[in-house]
């Protein structure tokens, strides 16, 4: 199970507690610049590994992606290849946390990410690849 997240919020929360229930194999993936201070980083065990460990789980592994141009879709796809690559004949999902807006006109605000991230890897990848889209529902 491989989880992008890009900071630890209800949406991210959500999906990788969706993915543990799924998989004792889970790594969440947080794309950066090499200087940015890391606040997920910080926390992650606070926030997700102490907890996972109290309910009797294994603990996500979490992959820091560096990209020096703020890339964010690129290095993700590039993961789950290699990901692919090395585990041939394996299934690998990507858990894919979205916004789900009340309003039609709000969605072109969010998901872009998301949608584009979910495109490249259908066209990218081999049928070993399943794509799991997590809603958040926004409350208004």
């Not at 690129?74 to 309003?103: S, W, Y």
């Not at 049928?127 to 809603?135: E, K, S, T």
């Amino acid at each position: 199970m491989i989880v992008p997240i890009q900071a630890w919020t209800s949406i991210s929360e959500r999906a990788m507690q969706f993915a543990l229930t799924l998989s004792p194999e889970v790594h969440a993936l947080h794309v950066g610049t090499e200087d940015e201070n890391n606040e997920l980083q910080q926390n992650w065990k606070r926030l997700v590994e102490d907890p996972v460990a109290r309910a009797g789980g294994t603990p996500p592994n979490l992959v820091m992606l560096p990209s020096p141009y703020r890339l964010i879709i690129k290095p993700i796809l590039e993961f789950v290849l290699d990901a692919e690559t090395q585990n041939p004949g394996r299934q690998i999902a990507v858990v894919v946390p979205e916004l789900v807006e009340r309003h039609w006109y709000h969605y072109p605000l969010h998901n872009q990410r998301a949608e584009l991230l979910k495109a490249l890897l259908l066209l990218r990848c081999s049928r070993n690849i399943v794509l799991i889209n997590v809603p958040w529902y926004i409350e208004a």
